[in-house]
């Protein structure tokens, strides 16, 4: 089979699964990635959500992830807007060292691991890159992860550019810098499965797990030995 062809069946039977299994029998765990500097370490952080929010987290899997009209291995060079691309798992290092990082087995010798908590990233929320998102089924313990992007409302607050408020149904609240406030962007950046990962918003995903600091590194070291054999 074509890996296009699994790629395609492995997103379907995703989807089917999610439509075919109860809320309780799906766990879904939060957390938000950051790093102090663009050369550190991603770091995660946990975070409890509602459990009334499970469902609006499968909508977004759903709404992404259920239509989509073409599937292609993903190029660093060429783009298609009109199609999905997609990537082995084990073909991205990240990936697997951002899997690692959120799992409750992590490996000691695998480093950053989460945090049980987002005390140390309440204060650096500028700092955040992202969110992942991981949904276990409870009968299997199959395990899915969901990237997305962020929008840090305090970062904006500061730089003069707008003033935020909470509405009630009596009144808008103004929100201060004592409100940590950040933001869910609507569309995923992509889902990784079994074997593949599916690539929603191809620019985020790339700056997420750093592919073109990567490329850019392997090319040098093409350039670098081109010359030194003239």
């Not at 691991?113 to 204060?123: A, M, N």
């Amino acid at each position: 089979m074509k890996s296009e062809e699994s790629a395609a069946k492995e997103i379907k039977d995703t989807i089917d699964k999610l439509n075919n299994k109860q809320l309780d029998d799906i766990d879904i765990k939060f957390f938000l990635m950051w790093r102090m500097n663009s050369k550190g370490e991603m770091l995660f952080s946990y975070g409890i959500f509602d459990n009334n929010e499970k469902e609006d987290w499968i909508k977004r899997i759903k709404n992404d992830y259920s239509e989509i009209p073409v599937l292609e291995p993903y190029n660093v060079i060429f783009e298609k807007s009109e199609v999905m691309n997609f990537a082995k798992r084990n073909q991205v290092d990240k990936a697997i060292k951002y899997i690692n990082s959120v799992s409750d087995k992590c490996d000691e010798s695998i480093s950053p691991k989460f945090t049980e908590d987002l005390e140390s990233v309440r204060k650096h929320l500028n700092k955040v890159k992202g969110y992942c998102v991981k949904i276990t089924f409870l009968h299997d313990n199959s395990q899915y992860y969901l990237f997305g992007g962020v929008n840090n409302f305090n970062y904006l607050k500061k730089k003069g550019f707008m003033q935020f408020g909470n509405v009630t149904n009596t009144s808008v609240d103004r929100l201060t810098d004592s409100n940590q406030l950040i933001g869910i962007l609507p569309s995923t950046v992509c889902l990784i499965t079994d074997n593949f990962i599916y690539i929603n918003k191809r620019k985020k995903f790339e700056d997420l797990f750093g592919l073109l600091e990567s490329y850019k590194r392997e090319a040098k070291i093409v350039v670098d030995t081109m010359e030194k054999y003239p």
